[in-house]
């Protein structure tokens, strides 16, 4: 049987969401299929915004229609109708069938949103009872002093008490920060001693919503603006009434502008305003009363193109809209990144996992899903922070993700280009890099030392002093530089520039490893319930069987360090003895080199893939082999063969794949793909900081 948490509140606005991402990170990194739940819903046919959140995140494969109990219309009517009994048997039924799914289920609970909100809290206790769920009670610190917080606590606990609750620990979220500490220290005075109290302090970014949310909210057309634009905060809002110089003078940095659709005046200076070095950036523009600009107008914004500046219509006036965007918080949605990485930042900071997995005690399982893997990597990188730096610091991937990084605190990072420009782009794309190192290699200090450095590397090759210096001034060379003076402890690029360019100062500058002729690569092939390691399919063409031996070791030392136990398939055409020809002799010697330069590694080959993966076709072919059936490590004997393989297990198989992660270099420089994503960057960082704790010296 499943176990279950049930997180509930006592009241709106205490943040909930905050606590249900933060729980269900948490055990995406263990060896277990979470499910989600919600006892109560508002629509029965479109999920509320922490359902789509959990379901897009975590890639939960259910119908919708498992993830809930009922709907807010219906328990209102059984419990108008005394039928409560009915309704909790309700809620335990499809309760129930999810858990046969799953090995552990967070439940988020009501919202106070519905018409019976003054009884939610009872039922909330009452449905946490009967689905046997540890409760997690969340209590608001929004608006409250110290004492107010922990009045608020004393009052959950004693009606959890009262209602013989099982209490897994408490949560005091979106508390002033500046009073965190001092709810921490009398939560320990109130509490019980065996149960863990955390205190979230508020997050800004999250009280405040999105043009994107309000347009949602409202129910607003969107007439221009490209989609990232609108997931900036509104920090405050203006209403436009008076000429256009004197609102001119009332713009702050994240104004939101509602002004009827008919005062061009006020669109086109709003428009201009954002693009001007003299004004501050705004969130967006609210038309009123259902009113669009004049065709001229219109076409004027239609030629900006993406503009970065979202404008909407909606129909109220503007009194009414004024009025219902004040009303409105920040809401944390799928479709906002930098929202998540900044809840799940604070949650892993303020909230101990180890301490609330130890009292789960939930059960083990051998699954991996790609999602445990990310979990996992993301962990380990920051449970010893490296230095990273990132040479192609203008282009807004890298940008997105650094914030990302930043927020979940992964990797310290070094940012290379010209300042001015990266901090143009970050104010547009309304995010912040502020403790973030920036460094333009054409003005750097270092730049010198770095030239004179690889010129004595590197005279012996026939290149001069200016050569050199003309070098340093590409941020490939010059990130690379860095690492190998230690002044960072790995490098990743690739989202713009070409594999060569990534990884061809690494070969002259770093070098390969002593004992290690080759420079490799693998790909971490992540697959429904378990992850394997392809290599070579990024970098050598046609390795020699030496070779072929180095880039199954490396791989196998990579498995290692990122908790795979390496069974080495070495692949070909055939089988064991039963084949010949160059290519498989190549495989089958490779295979000798390998086994003799590391007798502890469990290596096999040549062999078939599905030789390698099939336990039944094994026992055919390869009878009593360790690895024959159970491959984890699969070395393939060229880059064509390689190549196409883990695209086609890719695209089949539905696997993310992580990489190409280079192994055999002195210090860690991943290439990334120039299709990548952010989610792939943000990976391929830890990645790379994992490799560089794997390597030892100082953090």
Known sequence: MSQGIYITSAEPGSGKSVVVLGIMEMLAGQRGKAGFFRPVVRDERTPDNITSLVIRRYGLKVPYEMLYGCSYDVAR?????DRIEDLLK???????????????????GSDYTGPAAALELDLNVAIANNLGCAVLPVVKGYGRDAMQVVGAVQGFLELLEQRKCDLLALVANRVQPSLADAVAAELRGVMPADIPAYVLPEIPVLEKPTGGEIASALGAERLSGHEESFIREVRNFKVAAMELPHYLDRIEEGSLIIVPGDRSDIILGSLLADASKTYPHIAGVVLTGGLKPAPQVERLIEGLGD???????????????????????????????????????????????????????AAGSTRVTPLMFEYEIIQRAKSERRHIVLPEGTEE????????????????????????EIRKKTAALGISLADVSMIDPMTSARRNVYSEAYYELRKHKGISQQMAFDAMADVSYFGTMMVHFGEADGMVSGSVHTTQHTIRPAFEIIKTRPGCSIVSSVFLMCLADHVLVFGDCAVNPDPTPEQLADIAISSAETARMFGIDPLIAMLSYS??????????????EAAKIAKGRRPDLKIEGPIQYDAAVDAGVAKTKLPGSEVAGHATVFIFPDLNTGNNTYKAVQRSANAVAVGPILQGLNKPVNDLSRGCTVTDIVNTVAITAIQAQAKGGPA
């Not at 129909?315 to 479709?335: F, I, K, R, W």
């Not at 991937?397 to 001015?420: C, F, P, Q």
């Not at 089988?575 to 089958?588: I, L, W, Y």
């Open 77 to 81: 009517d059984m419990i108008v109708r």
């Open 90 to 108: 309700l809620i335990l039924e499809k309760y129930k069938a999810l858990e046969g799914e799953c090995d552990l289920i967070v439940c988020a």
């Open 575 to 588: 089988t064991g003895e039963s084949g010949k020809g160059a290519e498989v002799d190549k495989v089958r």
């Open 397 to 420: 991937r890298i940008l997105r993700s650094a914030e990302i990084l930043r927020m979940r605190k992964v990797a310290d990072l070094t940012l290379l280009g010209n300042e001015e």
């Open 307 to 361: 503009s970065p500046v979202p404008v909407i219509v909606v129909q109220t006036d503007t009194y009414t809209t004024a009025l219902n965007v004040s009303s409105l918080e920040g809401v944390l949605s799928p479709d906002n990144a930098r929202k998540i990485a900044a809840a799940l930042g604070m949650a892993e900071a303020k909230m101990n996992s180890a301490e609330l997995m130890k009292r789960l005690s």
